[in-house]
């Protein structure tokens, strides 16, 4: 059974730093793209960032470009989103999911994820 399970959320002052871990199980990073989500009440989901199953592609949201990274570890079957310089507008509830997509594909599209973690809270606030 493909699962994903999403850790790291927290409260954390403008400026500060929170990194976010998706535990894949179920399957191998290699064969799915791995996204990472947010939401907050009322809007629609947005994509921030995503890695390509073959590890060498990734894409970011405009706005968290230069503040965000993402990164995988194979051997743990985990990815993780590291942010940085976290502003207000970013808190959300952060989603990962994976996608069955080709290789070399990194996408930010919530429409092409098929399987979906709970969620982990982040909230930015002095």
């Known amino acids: 059974q493909l699962q994903l399970v999403e850790s790291g959320g927290g409260l954390v002052e403008p400026g500060g730093s929170l990194r976010l871990s998706c535990a894949a199980s179920?399957?191998?990073?290699?064969?799915?793209?791995i996204g990472w989500f947010r939401q907050v009440p009322g809007k629609e989901r947005e994509g921030v960032s995503s890695?390509?199953?073959?590890?060498?592609?990734?894409r970011f949201l405009d706005s968290v470009k230069g503040r965000f990274t993402i990164s995988r570890d194979i051997a743990k079957n985990t990815v993780t989103l590291q942010m940085s310089s976290l502003k207000p507008e970013d808190t959300a509830v952060y989603y990962c999911a994976a996608a069955s997509i080709a290789a070399s594909i990194a996408t930010i599209h919530p429409a092409v994820y098929d399987y979906w973690g709970q969620g982990t809270q982040v909230n930015v606030s002095s």
């Open positions: 179920g399957f191998t990073l290699d064969s799915y793209a």
């Open positions: 890695i390509s199953g073959d590890g060498r592609s990734t």
